[in-house]
C-alpha cells in the first residue's frame, strides 16, 4: 500500500556553478547542519519523531537529522527528507539534474499537510509570515555557496 501523497507548499531552485556530485555533497552537508542544539531543541519541543541526528554519514536512507529521517537518498540525483510533529506532516525533496557547462540545477520541493486548528495555527505562523520561504532561500543560498566553492 503507498502513502498518500502530501500536498505540495512550494518549489525554489537554484543553479550551481559545480558538477552534480560536488552539488551533492553540498546539499548533503547543509541537510546534515540541522543537527545543533537550537534544532534538536525545536524538534524536541514540538513532538516532532525524529528530534536527533542518527545514522550514517553522509546521510542514507534511515538517517536521521533533527525533525527529519531521510526516507530516499540516491546519489548525486536526489535526496528525500521526511518529518512529523504534533502540528504537521511534512517532506522535503531535493532533486538534482546536470545542466550546461558543468552546472547542477537543485530543486527543492516542500510538501506538508497541516491537520486541525492547531496545524492550522502553525501553518500561518510558519508559511504565512513567510519564514518557510525565508529558510529555504537561505539553505539553497548556503548549497550554492558550498557548491561553487
Known amino acids: 500500500m503507498t502513502e498518500p501523497q502530501l500536498p505540495v507548499l512550494d518549489e525554489h531552485r537554484i543553479v550551481v556553478d559545480a558538477d552534480a556530485e560536488t552539488a551533492w555533497r553540498a546539499v548533503n552537508e547543509v ?7 537550537v534544532a534538536t531543541g525545536y524538534a524536541w519541543a514540538v513532538g516532532a519523531a525524529d528530534w536527533k541526528a542518527t545514522g550514517p554519514r553522509p546521510l542514507a536512507e534511515g538517517s536521521t537529522v533533527p525533525g527529519f529521517r531521510v526516507v530516499a537518498a540516491e546519489p548525486p540525483r536526489l535526496l528525500a527528507l521526511a518529518g512529523r510533529h504534533r502540528f504537521s506532516e511534512y517532506r522535503l525533496t531535493f532533486r538534482l539534474e546536470p545542466g550546461a557547462e558543468g552546472q547542477t540545477l537543485i530543486r527543492a520541493e516542500s510538501r506538508a499537510r497541516f491537520p486541525g486548528v492547531l496545524g492550522a495555527g502553525y501553518r500561518l505562523l510558519v508559511v504565512g509570515s513567510g519564514g518557510h520561504v525565508f529558510s529555504m532561500r537561505r539553505m539553497l543560498g548556503t548549497i550554492a555557496r558550498l557548491a561553487n566553492g
Do not use: E, L, Q, T
Open 31 to 37: 541537510a546534515d547542519r540541522v543537527s545543533g542544539r
